[in-house]
Nanobody, 125 residues
Framework: QVQLVESGGGLVQAGGSLRLSCAAS????????MGWFRQAPGKEREFVAA????????NYADSVKARFTISRDNAKNSGYLQMNNLKPEDTAIYYC??????????????????WGQGTQVTVSS
């Protein structure tokens, strides 16, 4: 089992940046692919980005391409989401998740086995 804890959320003005972190504990983090999802009030949880265990392959939602970058440091058992040029519509609770297939970069949230508790990101206009 993998335990995930997100951090780095906060309040930022439109056009600003935030870097989210996901700290993993339990089983070896490099055995898992990692994803980021978000859920805005009144909306369903949606896919943001995912990355393979090597960090060499990533997948992004169209809405965040060229603005967000997913990465990981297996030596630190950590994953990251660098968010630039933030927009008010990026406001949501952001969750990191781990997938048992280390090469998975899909967007189906029901495919991910482990989840963090989430961190709030609020972008003001």
């Amino acid at each position: 089992q993998v335990q995930l804890v997100e951090s780095g959320g906060g309040l930022v003005q439109a056009g600003g940046s935030l870097r989210l972190s996901c700290a993993a504990s339990g089983r070896t983090f490099s055995n898992y692919a990692m994803g980021w999802f978000r859920q805005a009030p009144g909306k369903e949880r949606e896919f943001v980005a995912a990355i393979t265990w090597t960090g060499r392959t990533a997948n992004y939602a169209d809405s965040v391409k060229a603005r967000f970058t997913i990465s990981r440091d297996n030596a630190k058992n950590s994953g990251y989401l660098q968010m630039n040029n933030l927009k008010p519509e990026d406001t949501a609770i952001y969750y990191c998740a781990a997938h048992r297939n280390p090469y998975y970069t899909g967007s189906g949230d029901n495919e991910y086995a482990y989840w963090g508790q989430g961190t709030q990101v609020t972008v003001s206009s």
